[in-house]
């Protein structure tokens, strides 16, 4: 009976590491999948670039999608928005938004580019772009938020300090009396405008071969402790 309930309870531990393994592979498969298919959406509108109005940022119906977009307008006067803890190239920085209202459709957050943090942290001065100016780019979804822990944005001397970039808190901490656009604008690297920048989507999180990549170790631990579970079982017991 001894040997009996050893077993139960080995294989109860066993079933429950498997199910979990192989949950957290199949997670990290669903990620390299969604990615990829983003990273050829994107690919396909950047080969084209066939240029919609700077108006379908507004649209919620396509607040996943990518468009290569041109529109001109003028940037808002409230302060510039910096997103905190981007790396570019090995080195940490703030990613700096401006709020741009276009001719037609509604405001919308533009990314100016990358600028880096001294070792005090000493926020970057962004400056405001004057007059009207035509600006081009891709359309993409904000920026991944993860986990939402804490307020979203905080007030700075001269703008706000954002963890996450979330539409509807920049909206009512920078008191914006119409909603933003869903989309962001990343701008056309080849525009005089902003600061160091490219269109590249993934610049702060794992690429599809990473998720591939930990998607294999799970599944390798699933069927780890599943052999050492049948060797368990059906090794003979000492005499």
């Known amino acids: 009976m001894s040997r009996r309930r050893n077993l139960v309870f080995g294989w109860t531990l066993a079933v429950l590491a498997i199910g979990l393994f192989a949950s957290l592979g199949a997670w990290q498969s669903r ?5 990829q298919a983003m990273l050829d959406a994107a690919d396909r509108v950047l080969v084209d670039r066939r240029a919609v109005p700077l108006a379908e940022a507004a649209d919620a119906q396509r607040a996943r999608d ?3 977009t041109v529109g001109t307008g003028r940037f808002d006067a409230r302060g510039a928005l910096l997103l905190d803890n981007q790396q ?3 080195r940490v920085g703030v990613r700096a938004y401006r709020i741009f209202v276009p001719e037609a459709g509604a405001p919308l957050l533009v990314d100016l580019g990358w600028l880096p943090l001294a070792g005090d942290r000493a926020l970057p001065r962004v400056e405001q772009p004057a007059g009207e100016h035509e600006l081009r780019g891709l359309l993409v979804p ?9 307020p979203a944005l905080s007030a700075t001397d001269d703008g706000w300090l954002m963890t996450r970039v979330d ?8 008191g914006m009396s119409v909603a933003l656009a869903p989309r962001v ?3 056309d690297p080849a525009l005089p405008l902003g600061y160091a920048r490219d269109l590249e989507l993934l610049p702060n ?4 071969d990473k998720h591939r990549g930990y998607a294999v170790q799970w599944f390798a631990l699933a069927l780890a402790v599943l052999a ?3 060797i368990l079982t059906f090794r003979k017991p000492r005499r």
């Open 31 to 35: 990620r390299a999948v969604e990615k």
């Open 88 to 90: 570019r190239e090995g």
């Open 185 to 187: 604008l990343r701008l």
């Open 142 to 150: 904000p920026p991944s938020t993860g986990i939402a822990v804490g």
């Open 167 to 174: 539409m509807q808190a920049i909206a009512a901490e920078t």
């Open 66 to 68: 990518y468009d290569w």
């Open 228 to 230: 050492t579970a049948l």
């Open 205 to 208: 999180t794992l690429p599809p």
